[in-house]
């Protein structure tokens, strides 16, 4: 049985910064990225404020490999027991097998990538649901009417949670906000500071408005309506700005 979803953003770092996000239904809820290592505080917090437990979390899906998203995801599985879904094309990078490439989309991501921060190791972990090429999967036995499905572009293994309400959580395909996204001007769509591929994340966000996602949730700034989107998709098709950084 589903009934209605509510999505709640657990700040990982304030301002919106970097967020995770919980769709709570009424027998549980689904994790969002698991944010960066050692940000457990941050989920619990929202949990506890809610009355709800680490078990409450029947499942953690993370929607890439950037450590934002996927750093604690080793921890939170430990503390909630639950299975983590992730997709295959990012199954290297979450086993710390393989480095990431990051394709800066702009001034902000070359100088961020310079920190080193975005390529620090974090604890591996092998994801209990693998997705594997466009295989979906139904968010009904966890009780939550939508589906976890591969939207690639971002990374090559993204994911999104698109609920049949019109909500969806797409982690990095868009964000909002200044620098590495929140902050302010969040309702201003804008690329996130790494991107592989800008013309498939196009193509995802188009897929998504028009399949009826209305409001979108994001790692970074956010929420946005779909109209917004929509301007950010016009954009990435007329902006042809590839610049690969190993
Ligand atoms: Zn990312
Ligand atoms: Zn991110």
Redesign the pocket.
Known sequence: MTGPTEVVRIPILPLGL?NAHLVVGAAGAVLVDAGLPDTERAVEKVLRFRGMNWSDIRLIVITHA?I??AGNAARLRELTGAPVCAHEGDAQHYRQRERMTFCATGTFGRLFFRTGLIQRAYTPFEPDLLLKGEEVLDLAPYGIAGRVLPTPGHTCGSLSVVLHDGQALV??LV?SGVL??GIVMTGTSKS?PFEDDPHQVADELERLSSDGSTTFYM??GGPLPKAEVLRHVGRLRTTSRRQGLN
């Open positions: 970097v950037h934002d998203h982690g990095d964000s590495l996204g996130p790692g970074h």
